[in-house]
């Protein structure tokens, strides 16, 4: 069993005060960031983080077909955190479980208002790899669908490993379970950190989402050839493929020739708060 952590959560009445419980999946690491994990404990439990939104775009249309939910912490000064300045934080111990679960059931809240004009509009979600680890995130993940309203077919669940691999037997045995309950399942930033070839081995997923790196290498000899491979290899295998970072027409061009299905990056909109979607879909 690793370590145990528990971490004191002050909330905005100064006379409550909660304790968080965090296992850790090994020996607590050095670098662990308490008072930083406490910080973002609290924001989460305050609702102070939450998602944004990015299209997701059908190539060959050049369509909305989804959205991907994109967390983000709201300071009572007006200032707005991207991902990248909180999330290595949380992932550092299991509080990125509780940080992706609060993103997900706010984002399927979001879908179920805009599926009423779009019934077919997408929704991708965010889970860390430690998911994988947890014994009932199928649960999770399922009540949480069920509670908004949505069909899981419309839910796709991309699964993040930047901080460490997950389990590989039992991790891909509730990836079938999830399948099975409709979701589709996707490695993100594939190409990057721990996501690449290997995963497609030991997981059975719907798609690959390229790191971002590929579309900037787009329009170059190794760029194009490195995506062709890919791309090929995951028609082969029966996935679809969606290429991240896209900032310019001829990226998103170079893209749909080399064989990507879906295409996201700021050439489209960079993420916006729910209450920019609107416009977006419209």
Known sequence: MG???WIEVKSREPQ???WCLFVTAGPRPADLDVAGVADVAQ?????AVTPWYQPIIDLSTGQIVGLEALARRHYPDGRIEAADAFVPIAERSDLIVDLDLAIAGQALTDLKRWQRDRPALKMSINLSGRHLDQNDWVTGV??????????????QLEITETARPAHS??????IQLARSLGFSLWLDDFGSG????????RLSVDGIKLDQSFAAA??????DVLVRALTTAASELGLKVTVEGVESPEQATWARELGCQFGQGFFWSRPVPASGVGRLLN
Not at 43 to 47: N, S
Not at 169 to 174: E, K, L, V
Not at 218 to 223: D, I, S, W, Y
Request: hydrophobic share 45%; net charge neutral; charged share 15%.
């Open 43 to 47: 924001a989460i439990r305050a609702g």
């Open 169 to 174: 037997a039992s991790g891909d045995a509730r």
């Open 3 to 5: 370590d145990i952590l």
């Open 194 to 201: 721990w996501s690449g070839l290997r995963d497609l081995l």
């Open 16 to 18: 409550i005060v909660g």
């Open 142 to 155: 399922s009540h949480l669908a069920a509670t908004s309203g949505v069909s899981p077919s419309t839910v």
């Open 218 to 223: 787009l329009g170059t000899t190794v760029g």
